[in-house]
């Protein structure tokens, strides 16, 4: 009985989450996935780039932007409606590395993207200062 409840819940688990990557694909398939996002991109691009980072295709779902000299990259990953935004920062050849995922990003509006651009800048500026402080008390 145990069992069988068991494999019941798993299969709905795995029949949701293949439901959802579907819908990735059919989000995906009229725009790339830097066209989906362009606004954060953009915003994220300006700040970090100042606004002369390159887009770098990894696959279907993830991107990393990023400018050749510089100290960071930051990697764009969107699966089953979620986009993940990793931004690897290095300051003195110490690396820091800030992740945050922003879920139901399926339909996002461009006021919704520039919210995340914002909330990603804000916590990044944040993150860097602590990060030069604690290495240059380090050295």
Do not use: C, P
């Amino acid at each position: 009985m145990i069992w069988t409840f068991i494999i019941v819940v798993i299969g709905f688990i795995l029949i949701k989450f293949l439901l959802s990557l579907n819908k990735d694909n059919y989000d995906l398939q009229n725009q790339t996935l830097t066209e989906k996002f362009k606004v954060v991109v953009n915003m994220i691009n300006d700040y970090a780039y100042n606004g002369a980072g390159s887009i770098t295709i990894l696959d279907k779902r993830s991107f990393n932007l990023y400018q050749d000299g510089k100290n960071q990259i930051i990697n764009f990953q969107y699966g089953t409606g979620i986009l993940t935004i990793t931004w690897k920062y290095k300051y003195f050849q110490k690396e820091v590395i800030h992740e945050k995922q922003f879920n139901d990003v399926r339909n996002i509006s461009i006021f919704e993207q520039q919210k995340i651009a914002e909330i990603m800048i804000s916590e990044m500026e944040k993150i860097i200062l602590f990060h030069k402080n604690d290495v240059m008390n380090n050295i």
